[in-house]
């Protein structure tokens, strides 16, 4: 999860003028992470540049370490970004349409998917309860850090009660979802698994595995991260996971390359190495290459569930950034929680297996994660000083979760779906402020019969 991809650069020697006398890695992950992001959402989300450094790259753990060395420049002409510090660390993101941003590689272009036209009308809000709702998850602090909301849906029943959007986005503005990406890989691992083609038992079908202990790990370990590998995620710049996510150009091949830490299904460990395997399992399961992937995904989930604008990245092998970066409007996101509120149905038509849904909430171990979503079933603090779930909201309650505070938020009791996306570094965007935002929507549903 990236709801706190810190890249907090704790560097060991004091920061100078002088980068070489700083870590090189590092350095590295703070270039790649601010060439793909701003190449992201300027050219998929049609963002201002400085808003996006503004708001995602400077606030950001100790960014502010590199201050003034950090610099990148963006060519609306040949559609690419590149970051570097003080000169050194160069790195470039290239985009294409409909495949998205790629770091060190130009991908593939994917334009020929159809796309409706714009649906720019907001719904608006007849209850009174949920309009003050809305101006719970947008209230924003005169002091950083930050909420920045940008955008809200709510669907109650299948349908949009109440949506809203911050200045410069719309129903249409594709959002990126950080790790709410898992949510999606897992929804298309799940149609390979009713489709036959994978089980949640069998090893992972990772050649260089067959033949040594990291033959235990399975599509099932994978999915609820308890794999094993020796990949840990801190967020510090220094780690394996960061390395793997903005300096390699083969994400999974990297990961795949990891010793086993622990007895695969024995240990929690939440990385994006174990997605990005998924990702490149699902590639190598549906013809090999980016366009496969991209014909699968529409097929198959997107245009049955009606989410449009979406882009899924890929990183240079063709291998979908199933871990982090997707982009989608508010509205398709809130759709993908429907599926899942719906049991894995849509229209009459079975996207996701029986008991697919029940599975990816389940508890995994002793912790609050599932299998691609987070469940409200632990007490406590989890993972990076936040506490597991929302303990105001019903004990059934999943949600889609991404750093910066994106969220897809289920709660089957009251058929209610929550998409929350925006550039949060405060906890008022985290989970504790939209435990306060759901118990709020809750109350204003029970007021008024939706």
Not at 186 to 204: F, H
Not at 315 to 339: E, I
Not at 374 to 381: E, L, M, P
Request: hydrophobic residues 40%; proline residues 7%; charged residues 15%.
């Amino acid at each position: 999860m990236r709801i706190t991809r810190v890249l907090s650069l704790a560097l060991i020697t004091p920061l100078c003028a002088c980068t070489y006398l700083l870590p090189a890695q590092p350095q590295q992950v703070a270039s790649g992470f601010t060439s793909h992001l701003i190449c992201s959402e300027t050219f998929v989300s049609g963002q201002d540049p400085a808003q996006i450094y503004a708001e995602r790259i400077a606030p950001t753990g100790n960014m502010w370490l590199l201050n003034g060395m950090l610099h990148y420049t963006v060519d609306h002409t040949r559609q690419q970004v590149e970051a570097d510090v003080a000169g050194r660390y160069r790195s470039t993101a290239y985009y294409r349409p409909g495949a998205g941003c790629t770091l060190g590689a130009q991908p593939p272009t994917l334009s020929d998917i159809e796309v409706p036209a714009s649906t720019d009308t907001i719904v608006p809000t007849a209850n009174p309860a949920l309009s003050k709702a809305l101006d719970l998850a947008f209230a924003e602090r005169a002091q950083p850090p930050h909420v920045w909301t940008h955008a809200v849906v709510i669907l109650k029943n299948g349908r949009i009660i109440a949506e809203r959007y911050a200045p410069g986005f719309g129903p249409d503005t594709p959002l990126l979802g950080f790790s709410a990406t898992k949510s999606v890989t897992n929804a298309l691992i799940g149609i390979l698994v009713r489709q036959g083609k994978l089980t949640l038992d069998q090893p992972a079908p990772i050649a260089q595995w067959q033949h040594d202990a990291r033959h235990a790990i399975t599509i099932n370990t994978l999915l609820r991260q308890t794999s094993g590998l020796d990949l840990p995620q801190t967020n510090s710049g220094f780690d394996a996971t960061s390395r793997m996510s903005f300096v390699e150009h083969d994400m999974a091949g990297f990961a795949a390359s990891r010793p086993l830490a622990y007895t695969p299904g024995s240990h929690w460990a939440y990385t994006d190495g174990n997605y990005l395997l998924l990702s490149r399992i699902l590639r190598d399961a549906v013809g090999g290459d980016a366009a496969a992937v991209r014909r699968f995904a529409e097929r198959e989930l997107f245009a049955p569930l009606g989410m449009y604008h979406v882009t899924l990245e890929f990183d240079a092998t063709g291998t979908p950034s199933g871990a982090a970066f997707m982009l989608a409007p508010a509205r398709a996101w809130a759709r993908l929680g429907q599926l899942y509120l719906d049991d894995g149905m849509v229209n009459g038509q079975r996207i996701l297996p029986t008991g697919w849904v029940q599975y990816s909430a389940s508890q995994t171990l002793d912790t609050g994660y599932g299998a691609g979503f987070w469940t409200n079933q632990a007490n406590g603090d989890g993972p990076w000083g936040l506490p597991w779930g929302f303990p105001d909201a019903p004990r059934n309650t999943f949600f889609a979760m991404g750093h910066m505070g994106q969220f897809v938020i289920v709660i089957p009791s009251e058929k209610l779906v929550i998409a929350r996306f925006g550039a949060s570094h405060h906890p008022d965007g985290l989970l504790p402020g939209m435990d306060k935002v759901i118990a709020t929507v809750i109350a204003a549903t029970h007021s008024t019969a939706q």
